[in-house]
T-cell receptor
Framework: DQQVKQNSPSLSVQEGRISILNCDYTNSMFDYFLWYKKYPAEGPTFLIS?????DKNEDGRFTVFLNKSAKHLSLHIVPSQPGDSAVYFCAANTGFQKLVFGTGTRLLVSP | DTEVTQTPKHLVMGMTNKKSLKCEQH?????MYWYKQKAKKPPELMFV???????INESVPSRFSPECPNSSLLNLHLHALQPEDSALYLC??????????????FGPGTRLTVT
């Protein structure tokens, strides 16, 4: 039972353009969401988070949007850079210190 | 400083060996976590320590034994593992200030191979 889903296993974008990574969840009780970036052979790096009391949170080039009625969140990266190439995981905090991760989207930003 | 360190970086062990993975953080975080990640899969939670006490065990086999000697250190003792236990083992920590709404910070992981 996959409670957090990332339906796109991969995404290719040109440098300078916008990258949009999507995530859906099934449990309406989830109220805190996070995005992590992961390079091969490294641990996940925290990028940005959003609480369900907001519908948008911005940090530099990264913006996360939350649509609670659709149980959907997205991460926008503008402008995309080659160094952004990595696997991106969205995660939901269940409220009991447990993060439930999506299956990840591999982003490739080409020069 | 948001650094979580893990040693060793790589570990190869036989099925009869006993080994330990170590994790350390100096951010004053009061929760620490062990995750397991198989190739092309998301991290899966194994154990959570809150205030140095085991608070969550996700039905992990007893061949994995966690230990939290103090608020900065977390160990994972391994014994009689199976080849299917080969994976990247990740340690994480979080402040425990807002348990349902806070970030976890991950270490680089230990790549474990069981032969």
């Amino acid at each position: 039972d996959q409670q957090v889903k990332q339906n796109s296993p991969s995404l290719s974008v040109q440098e300078g353009r916008i990258s949009i990574l999507n995530c859906d969840y099934t449990n309406s009780m989830f109220d805190y969401f996070l995005w992590y970036k992961k390079y091969p052979a490294e641990g996940p790096t925290f990028l940005i988070s959003i609480s369900s009391i907001k519908d948008k949170n911005e940090d530099g080039r990264f913006t996360v949007f939350l649509n609670k009625s659709a149980k959907h969140l997205s991460l926008h990266i503008v402008p995309s850079q080659p160094g952004d190439s990595a696997v991106y995981f969205c995660a939901a905090n269940t409220g009991f210190q447990k993060l439930v991760f999506g299956t990840g989207t591999r982003l490739l930003v080409s020069p | 400083d948001t650094e979580v360190t893990q040693t060793p970086k790589h570990l190869v062990m036989g099925m009869t060996n006993k080994k330990s993975l170590k994790c350390e953080q100096h951010m004053g975080h009061r929760a620490m976590y062990w995750y397991k990640q198989k190739a092309k899969k998301p991290p899966e939670l194994m154990f959570v320590y809150s205030y140095e006490k085991l608070s969550i065990n996700e039905s992990v086999p007893s061949r994995f034994s966690p230990e939290c000697p103090n608020s900065s250190l977390l160990n994972l003792h391994l014994h009689a593992l199976q080849p299917e236990d080969s994976a990247l083992y990740l340690c994480a920590s979080s402040p425990l200030a807002r348990a349902g709404a806070e970030e976890q910070y991950f270490g680089p992981g230990t790549r474990l191979t069981v032969t």
